[in-house]
C-alpha cells in the first residue's frame, strides 16, 4: 500500500510526522513524501527539514493520501499543480486525509463539497466558505474521506486509518507501541475549554504571523 504524504515549504512538522509515525507501522504499508520536485523542504519555522524523495507525477495514484497543514496552506489553495495532483489522487484513492489546515486544500480541490469536514480551529469558517459542512471535531469520517483539527489531531486520525486499513487490533498495537498515552499538563487544548486570555493570544500569534 502507498501512503501519500504531500510536502511543502512551511508546513506543520506534526502534521506530517504524527501521521507518518503511525501508518509506517502498518503492514504493508510504504509511505512516502513527495512534492513537486525533489529535496529537501523547510517546516515553517525553518529549523527542520523533510525530504521529498518522489515527485507528484512519480506518484500518481496512491492508495492513501495524507495533506498536512501550516500557515502557508492559504497560499496553496490556488495552486493547480497541487490542486490538481489531489483531484487527480482522490480520483482513485482508498482513502483521502487531511491533518489540520490540509484539510483546506482538500476543500480548495472541490473534495470536501457537500462533506462534513473538521480543521484547526481557526480556520472553520474558512473550510466552509470552500463549500464544506465544518464541525467542531478531532477526527470527521465521511466515506472514504477523513479530517483532522489542528495538528496533534492527525495522530488520532492515523490511528482511525490504521484501524480501517489494517483493524482494530493492529492500530491498538500502534498505539501501543508509540505509547500513545496522552495525559497533558493542562486542560486547555480547545478554545472550548482554554481560558479566553489564552485563546486571544493564540489568535493574536496566529494573526501576527500570518503570510
Known sequence: MNIAIPVFDGLTALDAV?????????????VRFLAATTGPVRTETGMLALLAD???DELTEPEVVVVPGGRVTRRLMDDEQTLGWL????ESSQWTTSVCTGSLLLA?????????????????DTLARYGAHPVSQRVVEQG??????GVSAGIDMALTLAARI??????QAIQLGMEYDPQPPFDC?????APKEIVDLVRAATLSRSP
Open 87 to 90: 483531484r487527480r489522487a482522490h
Open 189 to 193: 487544548g480547545s478554545p472550548t475549554k
Open 54 to 56: 518522489a515527485t507528484f
Open 18 to 30: 504524527g501521521p507518518y509515525e503511525v501508518l509506517s507501522r502498518v503492514p504493508g504499508a510504504t
Open 108 to 124: 480548495a480541490a472541490g473534495i470536501l463539497d457537500g462533506l462534513q469536514a473538521t480543521t484547526h480551529w481557526l480556520e472553520l
Open 166 to 171: 489494517a483493524g482494530e487490533q493492529t492500530a
Open 144 to 149: 472514504k474521506v477523513i479530517t483532522a483539527a
